[in-house]
Structure formats: C-alpha cells, structure tokens
C-alpha cells in the first residue's frame, strides 16, 4: 500500500509526502473542520481516511481504515429512524473512528445503542456495547460511492420493489 501523509497547519502550509503523490490542495481545504488535520491516503487512489457527519454539522467524524463489512438493513427500526426503505451501515473498528461534537443515544435493543445529533436529528451512528465496532450510516459519508454493502439483513421486512438476489441475505439479523 502506499502512503501519503499531508499535513497542514495555520503558521505553514507544510507538505510531506513519501511516495511524490500529492492529494490537491483544494481537496484538503475543502474538508472545513477537519482540513487541519492530517489526511493519509492509501490504495488505488481512493482515501482511507473519510470524513462524514449530520445534515447541519454540529456532528462530524473521521474514520481511519476502511469498514470491516459493509450492510445494508431492512428492519423496522432502521426503517424508521432513517425515514427510509432501508438503512445502510459500514461498520468499522471502535478505535478506527474519531468524533466531534455531542450526540445522544437511545436504546434500540439489549446491547444496542442508536446515536443521533441533538441538533437537527440526523443518524449519528448506532454501536453494541458488548463490541468493540461502530456502525456509521453510509449517508452521513461526505463522498459517494465509497463502500458498497456485501449483504443485507432483515430481508423479510425488504419492501418488494427492492431488487433481490444481489447480494448475500439473512432474513433477519446475520447469524
Ligand atoms: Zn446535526
Ligand atoms: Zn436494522
């Protein structure tokens, strides 16, 4: 894998990088918040590092791998608290992902907790406290077309106008 490590600060627009790719600079500044911070990239030209958060900003995170697996969910409560067919998690290691700003939490389910932004509702994340991963809604991903989900839960809830057969599929919650 190759490497690229970019950093920036107020005082100099300082610029590391060990392999001679460099990531535009427009791309670095673009990213508000975070655009300090360093960015690593890795892989074919796709950034490891993504950044994400809720529709009005107040919740922003910043992952450093890619996810272990990718889901998309059909049931009830995913439904509804997306507002949505389905929701669609990638879920990454708990020590992969980096927040800022408050959230605050329900419980969905034994173990389950659902975290959203106090300030405009949107989906924050969701985790299992027995696990040491957290579950981030693919939505709240500043790019598109980053991960693509290798299987879907819950299909009995699946509305029928979805396509079948695409992926792997659990009827309900992965065994
Ligand atoms: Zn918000
Ligand atoms: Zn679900």
Redesign the pocket.
């Given at each position: 894998m190759t490497w690229v490590y970019i950093v920036t600060n107020r005082q100099a627009d300082r610029r590391a990088t060990f392999s001679g790719i460099q990531a535009p600079r427009s791309r670095v500044a673009a990213r508000g918040l975070l655009a300090e911070q360093s960015i690593l990239h890795g892989g074919r030209g796709m950034a490891t590092v993504q950044e994400g958060g809720?529709?009005?900003?107040?919740?922003r995170f910043r992952v450093g791998a890619a996810p272990r697996r990718v889901g998309m969910c059909h049931c009830m409560t995913c439904r509804r608290i997306h507002g949505s067919a389905f929701g669609v998690y990638a879920v990454f290691a708990r020590g992969d992902v980096e927040f800022f700003g408050r959230t605050e939490a329900w419980r969905s389910s034994g173990e389950a907790r659902r975290h959203f932004?106090p300030?405009?509702g949107?989906v924050a994340y969701m985790e299992y406290l027995a696990t040491p991963e957290i579950d981030l809604p693919l939505g709240a991903f500043d790019e598109t077309g980053l991960y693509e989900p290798g299987y879907e839960l819950w299909c009995r809830r699946r509305e029928p106008w979805l396509p079948q057969g695409v992926r792997t599929e659990f009827e309900e919650d992965r065994p």
């Open positions: 809720c529709a009005c900003g107040a919740v932004c300030v405009c949107s």
